[in-house]
């Protein structure tokens, strides 16, 4: 017998015996588990004993093994009513015994005071410390509300800034007077950056780097401890991409002023050698050609070691790679080899399979139906799992303005070479409703009523409807828009409006001339994607629309005035050609991308109406992140 064999051997009897041993334990400790006689709760004042009895797993006339005993506790926790439960049996030894369980509740916040503050309101302190008053304390709430309040100081300046907390009993019953003690401190102010071991960059260069700034001009210097670290690897990052690959920083205890008003921070810079790129190599490479790979280098032999051009280059092989189907199995490791002071980087490359598209799922779509997602996802079943179509899918059903996220997870499928992938969707509300009363010296008192839904019974369709009445004033406003018609991309919309004013004139010392003005009209609208491939994210729109504009009931008008008012009446027919282009990447708040509009329209002339003109529109937005964010 070999000697692996006998060791397998001896572990395999260990195994057996350990087993019996602890089958006899558990045997023992059910065999002498004693009898539930009956239950006793100590310490109950608020919470009510029949909600206590429903989450006990123990049962009287049943033993009182250890794991209902354990089942019962995390069941009474769970309830998040109580600080500490223990439990008991009288008597410990016996065949039947009594189960007494000791309550410790936890107190409910009475009153909640802040003392010392001057710089914080007490509004602002309460949002901070998120402590509701009526609400349960936990011995955890606390200190993350001390954290929270103190993170806050930090965050404006305050780096001294102190939280005691201190509870007090408000009755007999449980309540809690909660006071929170604030040492404020002095406001520090980042006076001075000193950098040590910069020997290739000027501290001035250095200074550019990081995010905390001393006080100047325009600046108020306020000292936030958190930003450090970060500023930490800023500075070693900046030394990495300009080829100190082995630069090291390291940030001093900041230095305060006798009077806690100043401080000054040093960075101490180790840098080491500077290295340069050798020849980039590449290996297991088979599906995309070496010509490719070597375009998609950003560095090249002889060029300064910078991290980010490797970080890059890995990005855009990625890239490369997915659009081709790799993205499940693809593994790329970028290996270096250092030699005196040269970097050789060599991306190690294990392409695995390409995956298709096994089932498309949708997760968390409560109200909105399947097909309005699925119509916006580019991939099908069979497809090769391409990251640019994945994307889009994603970027098309936010765009949509009926979910506040889109994530996308892969599943293993059980057909050999596909992946499933399921979109998981967080919806929000996509209906808004408010009405209210106004008074105004022209209109004098209206009241309004305003609705709005942009996922019609989940549906996707929109619906706006606008109501306002008063003695002196009338409008109502429908609107409805229908995005997929017959189940294809080509939207269909209707408006119908009509408002009525009564609108006074002044004459000589008081408004004594007044008419009535009046605009009744309605709409079609038609829209379709764009019939090219660039530009991308468009679509065209047609619509026509008729108005008819009227004033009338004149009282105490001057003649003049009538011809002029009698010149705007008349109707209007309008057709418009649209072009809309949007690419942003969030419906809600862009920060990349744009939005454009280009809109002809055509009034009157063999259309009809009484006005006749063109009018050309362009409305064009980008969005972009400032160059100081």
């Not at 449980?174 to 960059?201: A, T």
């Not at 105490?556 to 010149?567: A, F, G, I, K, Y």
């Not at 006749?612 to 160059?627: I, K, S």
Request: aromatic fraction near 10%; charge should be neutral; glycine fraction near 8%.
């Amino acid at each position: 017998m070999s000697k692996r064999a006998a060791t397998a051997r001896r572990s395999g009897k260990l195994c057996v015996l350990a087993f019996l041993v602890l089958g006899g334990c558990i045997q023992a400790v059910a065999t002498e588990a004693p009898v539930v006689d009956s239950l006793a709760y100590v310490g109950l004042t608020r919470v009510d004993p029949v909600l206590v009895a429903d989450a006990i797993r123990l049962r009287v006339g049943e033993p009182a093994h250890p794991l209902l005993i354990a089942q019962t506790v995390q069941s009474l926790y769970s309830l998040g009513l109580f600080e500490q439960i223990k439990v008991a049996l009288d008597p410990p030894t016996g065949d039947h015994a009594t189960v007494i369980l000791t309550f410790t509740e936890r107190p409910r916040i009475h009153q909640l005071v802040f003392k010392g503050n001057d710089y914080f309101s007490v509004e602002d302190l309460k949002e901070h410390a998120a402590l509701e008053v009526g609400g349960l304390l936990r011995s955890s709430d606390l200190h993350r509300a001390c954290c929270a309040i103190e993170a806050a100081y930090r965050d404006d300046g305050w780096a001294q800034a102190k939280i005691t907390p201190e509870t007090r009993a408000a009755d007999t019953s449980g309540n809690i007077i909660v006071c929170l003690n604030i040492e404020e401190g002095r406001r520090v102010k980042l006076r001075q950056i000193h950098f040590l071991g910069n020997d290739s960059f000027q501290a001035d260069k250095l200074r550019g780097q990081v995010k905390v700034k001393p006080r100047g001009f325009l600046r108020k210097g306020r000292f936030q401890r958190e930003k450090l670290e970060d500023d930490v690897q800023l500075l070693k990052a900046f030394y990495q991409n300009n080829g100190f690959k082995d630069a090291k920083v390291i940030l001093d205890e900041p230095v305060f002023s006798p009077d806690g008003e100043d401080v000054q921070i040093t960075f101490r810079i180790q840098e080491g050698p500077r290295y340069r790129f050798g020849k980039p190599a590449w290996e297991g490479a088979s599906v995309i050609a070496d010509e490719i790979l070597r375009d998609a280098m950003l560095f090249w032999r002889g060029d300064p070691y910078d991290q980010s051009k490797v970080d890059q280059t890995l990005a855009g092989i990625y890239n490369m790679y997915t659009e081709r189907g790799y993205l499940v199995e693809l593994r790329i490791d970028p290996v270096t080899t250092v030699t005196a002071d040269t970097v050789q980087v060599t991306f190690n490359i294990f392409e695995g399979r390409p995956s298709r598209v096994g089932n498309i799922k949708l997760v968390g779509n409560t109200r909105t139906k399947e097909r309005v997602i699925r119509r916006e996802i580019r991939l099908f079943p069979g497809d090769l799992l391409r990251r640019s179509l994945l994307l889009r899918s994603q970027r098309d059903i936010f765009a949509t303005g009926y979910f506040s996220d889109v994530s996308v997870e892969f599943e293993p499928s059980e057909v050999e070479g596909e992946v499933d992938v399921s979109f998981r969707v967080e919806e929000h509300s996509s209906a808004t409703a408010n009405g209210g009363v106004g008074y105004s010296s022209q209109m004098g008192l209206t009241g309004f009523v305003k609705f709005g839904h942009n996922n019609l019974f989940g549906n996707g369709q929109s619906l706006a409807l606008e109501l306002e009445k008063g003695k002196r004033r009338e409008f109502y406003d429908l609107s409805f828009t229908e995005p997929w018609l017959c189940g294809r991309p080509i939207s269909f919309g209707i408006d119908i409006y009509r408002t009525q004013n009564h609108r006074d004139v002044y004459a000589g010392e008081s408004y004594n001339a007044s008419y009535w003005h009046s605009v009744r009209g309605g709409g079609l609208r038609v829209g379709f994607p764009w019939i090219f491939s660039v530009p991308d994210y468009t679509r065209m729109s047609l619509g026509y629309s008729y108005s008819d504009t009227r004033y009338e009931d004149y009282s105490n008008l001057p003649e003049r005035t009538q011809e002029l008012l009698v010149q705007g009446d008349g109707t209007r027919s309008r057709v418009f050609v649209s072009l809309y282009r949007n690419s942003t990447d969030n419906p809600f708040h862009p920060t990349l991308g744009t939005r454009s509009t280009w809109r002809n329209e055509f009034n009157g002339g063999p259309l009809g109406g009484d006005m006749d003109y063109y009018r050309l529109t362009l409305d064009h937005r980008h969005y972009f992140v400032a160059l100081w964010k």
